[in-house]
């Protein structure tokens, strides 16, 4: 799962002195949120879509719009999805130690790999449970889960205080009504759910889900 697995090398970086024509019709052709720019040979930043629609001339023009983010090649794909989210894009350069441009990744082929885990791909229920900072343990939770014959396919923190905590989890459909009743037991308190047997319905924003990850 390290990001030098999932690079792609046909979007190349361009100059501060190319057009910004040439950038947008680039970036108009890839369909990506950003294009990248490099400067006496190492990575510089990334230009959002619409900046290249304000001016026209050369992207020596829009250098007070660049972004730096950039992810090293020897990361793994984890790293990335707070990236998409901070920046807002679908597509990320791959640097190496020297800032030299590798190639990108894009959320897509991320997402992609992700769905094949059972935590996305399988159908299922979603429950976000609260309990007391003190007292969280993930360990409970999935004991609670396979205690009443149910699959424990993973999980994550969703929100976090000194207070409480908030887990999402992502549990087999079987004796969810048991499951309910054991975590109140335990002083959990459920907070949302959602059922579901039809994995489309379940997942209609499957990445949205994904990008819960950047609240942990």
Known sequence: MFIKDYISKDFSCFHLTDSIESARDTLEDFGYSHIFI????????????????????????????????????????????????TFNSNVIPVINKNEKYLGYISCEDIFQDFSRYPLFSESGA???????????????????VESNNSKFYGGFISLMSDEAIQVTIKISNENLSSIDATFDRYDYRIVEKYYSDEKTDLFKDRFGFLQKFIEI
């Open 38 to 85: 490099k400067k006496a040979h190492h990575f510089y930043g990334a230009i959002a879509q619409d900046f290249l629609y304000e001016e026209e001339g050369t992207l020596k023009d829009l250098e007070h719009q660049i972004e730096r983010f950039a992810i090293l090649e020897d990361n793994n794909i984890m790293d990335s999805i707070r990236l998409f989210y």
């Open 126 to 144: 979603i429950l976000t449970i609260e309990t007391p900072a003190r007292k969280y343990s993930m360990t409970e939770i999935a004991n609670i």
